[in-house]
């Protein structure tokens, strides 16, 4: 009992220690006022025909030129620190994928996935040597179909089977919506993950003005958040059941951007806000600019979304509300 007790203690210790760490790196962020990550949407096109997102409707198809992502990599504000994450649409059907990958084979990137293009995943991953790889879960198999139009889980299975040896760091996201917003679903992919050995990804579905879709008043099903084993995904849920309440603000605008097909840069993923475009200026120039300083300023107290890519660096960050003074 006394080893044990122990045992706890140091435990607690380590945690705090961790979590202190995780402040202080974010504080950094956040004072330094960089996009440390990048979110790159180099295309619109897309395979899969979800109920909750229109980018697969979107025409004209737009694709993000190869030379402005050189560009890009070569302005100063990015370093060899700075993260990437690349999205679309899906990812690989932008007709030079394999060209954007090899100008990142020595940076730090994730990809994102819905799992449809099983064999070009697996041949991307392995030529490339793909690190991290997210695919889209929505729950059962029938559900997953329901809400994202295509059957993908056999391909997912696949992916997951054939790299799961190859030392790539695979994930799920699992995006609670009215559709799965039941004990049932998330159970299932909950335990796929566990059985394959993924990490889990809990976010909430929101309305990010480039997806063109409408929004759903609903509530985290509390037996979903009681099953969330990571402490600030349960509490990223939690809140959001009341988050109008928290006023929590939003400063992942600070050390995070999002570049769209087009060669947008914007505020955020929820705001039709642009701070510039890529094929008229640099990004230097674009983030340091006296109008971005200021609606990154004006915005820090927006609190309208609850987009997982925004809100779940502010809880990790807030996660005491004491913390709020020392900006």
Known sequence: MRFMKKIKQYAKKF????????????????????????????TNRCNSRCQNCNIWKLQPKIDLKVDI????????????????????????LHPDYDKILRLFQKRKFTLLSNGILSNKIIEICKTFRVTNLILSLDGSPETNKKIRGIDSFGNILKIVDTLKKDNIAIGITYTVCPENNNIEDFSFVKNFCQQYGLSLNVVIYGTPFYFQVEKKTFLISNQIIEAVENKYQKKYLMIFNNYFKYKIPCLSIRKQTTIWPDGSVTLCQQKNIILGNLYKTNLSEIWNSPQSKRLRREYSKCNECWLACHRQFDICFFENESRFHIL
Request: charged content about 30%.
């Open 15 to 42: 945690n705090f220690i961790v979590d202190n760490y995780i402040l202080f790196k974010s504080f950094r962020m956040i004072k330094e006022e960089k996009p440390k990550e990048i979110t790159l949407y180099v």
């Open 69 to 92: 992502i050189k560009k890009l990599l070569s302005d100063k504000i990015v370093t060899r620190s700075t993260t990437f994450v690349f999205q679309g649409g899906e990812f690989i």
